[in-house]
T-cell receptor
């Protein structure tokens, strides 16, 4: 059983469509991060959310941390082929305990 | 300038061999990590080092040993390699502070054990 479950696992959409990726857990985290990983590279941090209910926007990406700090969502508006990649959520507990989610592989078709 | 670098990028070896993967960061970070990413892309932390002290050691076989000669380097040595060790190994470093530490990852080392 993984600590952080992401859904969907795979997502293939047309350019211009909107999508939401979910990251769920039964555990509480002090903060939560979202990373994007492209083939042959390491994950790259997109955002960190710290406060329950917090919403952060990064251009067409909107990140939300659940009120209870157990879950998070990533919404992409008007997806573009450049958004294609593996999206990973990661929950932080304590000073250095980082737990990654199961990942969502997004493909945006031109 | 490369922030977190790893060598080699690819490593193919026979079962039973001993191998090392090197990692260097030039970001001045105080903590470095090793992660293993399996074929399903699940990323799991193996070790972290802070000021030359091991502060996290998940359920990793003792065939794996991290070695940190200084704050900018954290190498991973693996003894008696097994088929199940095949994976992509990522080194990372993080900024100071407690909550919301940003982790900077290297490009990964793809290890294949034959």
């Amino acid at each position: 059983t993984q600590l952080l479950e992401q859904s969907p696992q795979f997502l293939s959409i047309q350019e211009g469509e909107n999508l939401t990726v979910y990251c769920n857990s039964s555990s509480v985290f002090s903060s939560l991060q979202w990373y994007r990983q492209e083939p042959g590279e390491g994950p790259v941090l997109l955002v960190t959310v710290v406060t329950g209910g917090e919403v952060k926007k990064l251009k067409r990406l909107t990140f939300q941390f659940g009120d209870a700090r157990k879950d998070s969502s990533l919404h992409i508006t008007a997806a573009q082929p450049g958004d294609t990649g593996l999206y990973l959520c990661a929950g932080i507990r304590g000073a250095n305990n980082l737990f990654f989610g199961t990942g969502t592989r997004l493909t945006v078709i031109p | 300038d490369t922030a977190v670098s790893q060598t080699p990028k690819y490593l193919v070896t026979q079962m039973g061999n001993d191998k090392s993967i090197k990692c260097e960061q030039n970001l001045g970070h105080d903590t470095m990590y090793w992660y293993k990413q399996d074929s399903k892309k699940f990323l799991k932390i193996m070790f972290s080092y802070n000021n030359k002290e091991l502060i996290i050691n998940e359920t990793v076989p003792n065939r794996f040993s991290p070695k940190s000669p200084d704050k900018a380097h954290l190498n991973l040595h693996i003894n008696s390699l097994e088929l199940g060790d095949s994976a992509v190994y990522f080194c990372a470093s993080s900024t100071p502070g407690s909550a919301g530490r940003a982790q900077y990852f290297g490009p990964g080392t793809r290890l294949t054990v034959l």
